[in-house]
């Protein structure tokens, strides 16, 4: 089973004057991707006994999300309410004390036997207490079980830059995928060396696969044997980019993990025809979540050529 382990919250969307409430969250849309696509999953998170709590467990459920993990609490869902104005959205976050955000470092669940790959990302790695618990659990599983980490990172939402870089950098140590954007490896190694130069560097600290997304041009994986590998982006009509990371990254999973790559021992000796395989999945499932308004990623009977 791959756990994905982070934020769900509901995005209050503006339409015709008023805000309507719909599930996601970066780790939440992969979840929910990986269970369309018909892979063993499930999610962690710390979710309300509110009613948007039991929206987001639903959309879970419907999707074949294992939510056996959850932590529930009686604080509130975390929200974000989204404003449109001129083609550009604004965000305003109520995220102080709720569900999501409260986890405890000194109180880590048992993780399942069944869970072969932990996945972390997004906002829960920077929201104190929360991105101590995620980072703790990270480091406590990583002997065991493949880790995967997506930054996905929001530099406005970062309070304590040297804590939060300090942390990550843990994280990335213990990572055997890490997968970043463009905008993500500059942030993290900042200054004028080439591209993969950094991608090298970051390597270096401990993953063994490196994805590298740079949207419209395609995404680049970098191998522990130092091979590199290109996959071109699929190019659709975009509504809008809601969620495209977040697929992305489940079209990559599903692949290494049907493939029987999603293991310590297979990302370390992965070869450069499945890397791509992997990648070409990903801008599969990607683009069809483009081509469509909101984070509603495809099920896996709408793929070309299934997983």
Not at 15 to 37: E, H, K, Q
Not at 159 to 176: F, G, H, K, P
Not at 276 to 296: D, F, K, M, W
Request: aromatic share 6%.
């Amino acid at each position: 089973m791959i756990l994905c382990c982070g934020e769900a919250l509901i995005d209050m969307i503006e339409t015709d004057g008023a805000f309507r409430p719909y599930a996601g969250g970066a780790v939440f849309n992969t979840a929910v991707s990986l269970g369309r696509l018909e892979r063993d999953v499930g999610f962690l998170s710390g979710l309300s006994t509110d009613m948007f709590g039991t929206l987001l467990r639903d959309t879970l459920q419907a999707s074949a999300v294992d939510t056996s993990t959850v932590i529930l609490s009686g604080q509130p869902t975390t929200l974000a309410f989204v404003q449109l104005k001129d083609g550009h959205a604004t965000y305003t976050f109520y995220d102080e004390n709720t569900a999501g955000r409260s986890l405890n470092a000194t109180a880590l669940p048992v993780i399942p036997a069944d869970v072969s790959t932990l996945y972390f990302g997004g906002i829960s790695l920077i929201g104190m207490p929360a991105a101590d618990f995620y980072a703790a659990l990270a480091l406590q599983e990583a002997r065991d079980r493949v880790i995967v980490i997506d930054p996905n990172i929001r530099p406005l939402f970062i309070v304590d830059e040297e804590s939060y870089r300090a942390r990550l950098t843990q994280m990335i140590a213990v990572c055997d995928i890490l997968k970043v954007s463009d905008d993500d490896l500059h942030w993290i190694t900042p200054g004028d060396a080439p591209i993969e130069e950094k991608a090298r560097a970051l390597m270096a600290l401990g993953p063994k696969l490196l994805v590298l997304t740079k949207g419209s041009a395609g995404a680049t994986a970098y191998l522990a044997n130092g091979e590199t590998v290109d996959a071109a982006s699929r190019r659709v009509d975009v509504v809008d980019t809601v969620g495209a990371g977040d697929t992305f990254n489940a079209g990559v999973l599903a692949k290494l993990s049907q493939m029987g790559c999603l293991t310590k021992a297979g990302i370390a000796q992965l070869s450069a025809d499945d890397a791509l395989a992997a990648l070409r999945l990903g801008a599969e499932v990607a683009s069809i979540t483009v081509s469509r308004a909101g984070a509603n990623p495809p099920m896996l009977s709408e793929l070309s050529q299934g997983v």
